[in-house]
């Protein structure tokens, strides 16, 4: 199936600073790309979703200058957490749809510390 | 917007026990998906249901879309282990946006 990379992993930062995080698609083009957050043991919160070329669309309660989202070719969007604290840390996954359009490829997921 | 609700939020099986979780949407759906997530992993997708009425198996895996296209369920004969994780369902009426429902976190005990 296709395939979606999220790199780093893992990422431990101090408050203030910014990170950045990556998603490809590896084997297919993707025109959006979905960023979602989820807390311990609970569901997948939709972040944004982030289209090629232009601007993201934000979630409601998102803020869009702290969650900056760049997609810049048809295989990759990067998320930056701008200016982190610690409340920002959860674990960050990105998607896909692949390319039969149907279901949803998923990257490894980012576990962002902020201490 | 679109609701998806999914219940129950936890379920604790013995091993060997079967395993139900369902999934209701505010809306009708033009389908439904379904995804796994293990412990520390990232959600794969098992499999969509797209017709009124489908029912889908895959071994021991029973998906159901219902007649009117608002709920499912998925259903785990014989536990095991290996099942354990978290089952999500995610339904799409309109292009590539999916909604998730919270998800049915699955322990097995052996």
């Known amino acids: 199936g296709a395939v979606v990379s999220q790199h780093p992993s893992r990422v431990i930062c101090k408050s203030g600073t910014s990170v950045k995080i990556e998603c490809r698609s590896l084997?297919?083009?993707?025109?959006?790309m979905f960023w979602y957050r989820q807390f311990p043991k609970q569901s997948l919160m939709l972040m944004a979703t982030s289209n090629e070329g232009s601007k993201a669309t934000y979630e409601q309660g998102v803020e869009k200058d702290k969650f900056l989202i760049n997609h810049a070719s048809l295989t990759l969007s990067t998320l930056t957490v701008t200016s982190a604290h610690p409340e920002d840390s959860s674990f960050y996954i990105c998607?896909?749809?692949?390319?039969?359009?149907?279901?949803?490829?998923f990257g490894q997921g980012t576990r962002l510390t902020v201490v | 917007g679109q609701q998806v609700m999914q219940i129950p939020q936890y379920q604790h099986v013995q091993e060997g026990e079967d395993f139900t979780t369902y999934c209701n949407s505010s809306?009708?759906?033009?389908?439904i998906q379904w995804y796994k997530q293990r412990p520390g992993g990232h959600p794969v997708f098992l499999i969509q249901?797209?017709?009124?009425?489908e029912v889908k198996k895959q071994k021991r895996l029973t998906f159901q879309f219902g007649e009117a296209k608002k709920n499912s369920s998925l259903h785990i004969t014989a536990t095991q282990t290996t099942d354990v994780g978290t089952y999500f369902c995610a339904g799409s009426n309109a292009g590539n946006m999916l909604t998730f429902g919270g998800g049915t976190r699955l322990m097995v005990k052996p």
């Open positions: 809306t009708t759906l033009s389908n």
């Open positions: 998607s896909a749809i692949g390319p039969l359009n149907t279901e949803a490829f």
């Open positions: 249901l797209v017709k009124s009425g």
């Open positions: 084997d297919f083009q993707a025109t959006t």
